[in-house]
């Protein structure tokens, strides 16, 4: 019988100032011991993040007959890592339409994940917009090309 | 929905005016309420008030203020609706420009057009600007291209406008980090973040989720020192700085890149205060504050970013309720003790806030280190308290507080607050 090899991945801690180095050592993919916590809160991260890395996710959408032409947005947990840069150009081809309100869904269950992504501001309907006009910004050469 | 109620005119006379209607402001006013003042006022140059956290879209705030972390504009808004809920006026769009030692505030707005008004208190609220390249001084062209990262954010999250394809940033703060992660989302390569000094400026949370995970590279002591471009940035020189902080130029390279990003802190925005002539401190960049907040001048009082710069929203709610309390207070004739112990920087410490206290009451003093001490680490208050904390970094503020029952044996007028490493001090 061979026994697999120990790999080991380092984080760096963001429980607090101090920034530990911890250690993961895994063997087929299961956990076999983490070292260089300096606290539980350490130990946990560092298990997390090996298994399941999460990150909270925010960016803007474009939003149409508001009193801006952004809508900040977020995902209303974090979501899975590898999928954040997948979610954001979805988020990138979407449009909404003014009124929003603080806390509204403006897409549930972002790419299968069971999370929605919700807005986090209200947006009045800008009595001098033109509906048919946002995003049409000249300036921003992006949004044409999604 | 929009939130901001606008008067249509200005009244002669306020309990509490307060300038400014970020986190610091709005929470202010409603501290004033809380104590009996009757009409409150905010006053925001800003189309909508809030303050800066608007633009500041990602998570991270409200967690000791709200009891949950949530982003930048939800932290505002609901900062607002509290203010508003409890009947404080709003006015947004309306520029303060004097402030007089009898608090009489001149105010311009397309709403109430030029117009004055006086209050029993005024608190002042205006929060921060960002240094730029002239307050740091790199030298080279002066091609389009070299903007805040504050601007930046601004544009980006606002209005949806792109600054550039090629960005490099320098000063590793937390808002050049943040803004290195939503420009990459956004599709723009970030080629790199450059730090004068040897240990970043920011939280390591944002180090590893803005950074990290993007892999975009972090140069500890090194600098820029040259910007080159005619119209437009075509690329920045940057060099290792040796233990002095001087640019090693045999050693520099070439960094291609149309925009330059400039995190390098923030200034306390005092026009205000210096025209109305507030007694400052040179190491906050603020006005010397009272435990209740109060300026040099009788009834003039400042919160948040103005008196010293936070890092966290949480921590200028907390202390505007101080001030906006006292303001309520002085506004409706309620009186505590004075202070009578002055507070003063010590071992490691950059600056302190309030610059004084009381033997009657608890306070809480926020400070800020020089240098980053990555150990077990003691805040002492003169010899009387201390506490342990993990770790202490500029890029964070820490806090003690001063209970009356620790000042019982302290006899001397001035207490000197020192960060030092725990080791060091004998048991
Ligand atoms: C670019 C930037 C990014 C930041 N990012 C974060 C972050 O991500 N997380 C965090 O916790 N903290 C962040 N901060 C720190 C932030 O400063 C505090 O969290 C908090 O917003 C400060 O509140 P404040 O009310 O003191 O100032 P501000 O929020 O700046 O509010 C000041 C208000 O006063 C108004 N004003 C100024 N002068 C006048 C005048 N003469 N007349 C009328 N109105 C006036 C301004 O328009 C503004 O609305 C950031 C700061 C900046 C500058
Ligand atoms: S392991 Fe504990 S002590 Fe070390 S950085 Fe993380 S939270 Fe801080």
Redesign the interface.
């Known amino acids: 019988m061979t026994t697999a090899p120990v790999e080991t991945t380092t984080?760096?801690?963001?429980g607090?100032?101090?920034?530990c180095r911890l250690e993961v050592d895994a063997v087929e993919g299961d956990i076999v011991e983490i070292r260089g916590f300096?606290c539980r809160k350490g130990e946990r991260y560092a298990r997390q993040e090996h298994l399941d890395p999460r990150?909270?996710v925010?960016?803007?959408v474009?939003i149409e007959a508001g009193?801006?032409?952004?809508l900040?947005v977020?995902t209303a947990e974090a979501f899975p890592?590898d999928e954040?840069?997948r979610l954001?150009r979805q988020l990138?081809a979407m449009r909404v339409v003014a009124?929003v309100?603080?806390g509204q869904v403006v897409l549930d269950d972002a790419l299968g994940s069971g999370i929605d992504v919700i807005a986090?501001?209200?947006m009045?309907a800008d009595p001098e917009a033109d509906a048919g006009d946002a995003?049409g910004?000249p300036?921003?050469?992006?949004?044409s090309a999604v | 929905m929009t939130m901001t109620t606008q008067p249509r005119h200005l009244a002669s006379y306020y309990d509490v005016l307060v300038v400014g209607g970020g986190p610091a402001g709005l929470a202010a006013a409603l501290g004033a309420r809380e104590t009996g003042a009757e009409r409150v006022l905010v006053v925001d140059r800003e189309l909508e008030a809030g303050g800066i956290l608007l633009q500041c879209i990602h998570s991270g705030f409200g967690l000791r203020y709200f009891r949950e972390e949530i982003t930048g504009p939800e932290y505002a808004e609901r900062s607002l609706e509290q203010a508003l809920e409890s009947h404080v006026d709003v006015l947004s769009d309306a520029f303060v420009f004097d402030v007089t030692e009898d608090r009489t505030v001149a105010i311009m707005s397309p709403t109430v057009g030029v117009a004055t008004t006086t209050a029993a208190s005024v608190v002042l609220a205006m929060g921060a600007r960002e240094r730029t390249r002239g307050a740091i001084a790199i030298p080279g062209t002066r091609p389009a291209g070299v903007l805040t990262a504050g601007l930046a954010q601004k544009l980006v999250n606002l209005h949806g406008y792109l600054p550039g394809r090629r960005v490099a940033i320098l000063g590793s703060g937390d808002i050049g980090l943040i803004m290195a992660r939503r420009l990459t989302l956004e599709g723009i390569d970030v080629v790199g973040v450059f730090e004068l000094m040897p240990h970043a400026n920011g939280l390591s949370r944002n180090i590893v989720q803005c950074l990290d995970d993007f892999d975009i590279p972090l140069h500890l002591s090194t600098t820029v020192v040259d910007i080159v471009g005619h119209d437009r940035v075509e690329k920045v020189t940057v060099a290792p700085v040796d233990a002095h902080l001087t640019p090693q130029l045999d050693r520099s390279w070439d960094v291609a890149c149309d925009t330059l990003l400039l995190s390098v802190g923030l200034i306390p925005e005092n026009e205000l205060s210096r025209q109305l002539g507030v007694r400052m401190d040179p190491l906050t960049n603020g006005p010397v504050v009272t435990s209740e907040m109060e300026t040099s001048v009788p009834g003039v009082f400042a919160a948040g970013n103005v008196a010293h710069i936070n890092d966290l929203a949480d921590w200028v709610s907390e202390e505007a309720l101080i001030a906006g309390r006292a303001a309520g207070r002085r506004a409706t004739g309620q009186r505590v003790p004075a202070d009578n112990i002055r507070v003063l920087p010590g071992r490691n410490v950059a600056s302190v806030v309030p610059h004084s206290i009381s033997t009657d009451r608890v306070h809480t003093l926020y400070l800020r280190v020089k240098e980053p001490m990555l150990e077990d680490s003691l805040i002492r208050l003169g010899d009387v308290h201390e506490r342990k904390v993990r770790a202490l970094v500029p890029a964070e503020m820490a806090s003690i507080k001063a209970a009356p029952r620790l000042l019982e044996d302290f006899h001397g007028d001035a207490l000197r607050i020192d960060a030092v490493p725990a080791q060091e001090v004998t048991t």
């Open positions: 984080y760096l801690c963001t607090c100032p101090l920034g300096d990150r909270p925010s960016t803007t474009t009193t801006l032409p952004r900040p977020r890592k954040v840069m954001v990138q009124p309100a603080r986090t501001r209200s009045a995003g910004d300036q921003r050469a992006r949004s």
